[in-house]
């Protein structure tokens, strides 16, 4: 299933997430698997987040940029706010196929 992903783009060209594991950077083209990173401050919730269109208001876009990705079919669907996304695909696994 293809989603898409906002992703923090570092001065090198690498991507980075956005708040959960932030420093670690992500390949393109490979399945990445989910990893269990509880941070305080955010709702827990394991997997990879992605959303079914390229819009999120109510995130900053300075340094960040949407990508195409595609998750494998074990997801679970959480409803969310217009502004947040809608729709939030969580998946325990994402590939990044590209930058939009």
């Known amino acids: 299933m293809i989603t898409y992903k906002l992703f923090r783009v570092m001065k090198d060209g690498s991507i980075a997430s956005l708040f959960i594991n932030k420093n670690v ?13 509880p941070t305080k401050g955010y709702a827990h919730r394991f997997g990879w987040h992605s959303v079914n269109t390229t819009v999120a208001p109510h995130l900053s876009m300075k340094g960040r940029a949407w990508f195409e990705c595609e998750i494998d079919n074990d997801f679970e669907k959480i409803k969310r706010p217009l502004n947040q996304g809608g729709q939030w ?5 994402i590939k990044i196929l590209k930058q939009l």
């Open 25 to 37: 950077r992500h390949k393109i083209g490979v399945w990445l698997e989910a990893k269990d990173h």
């Open 89 to 93: 695909y969580i998946s325990k696994r």
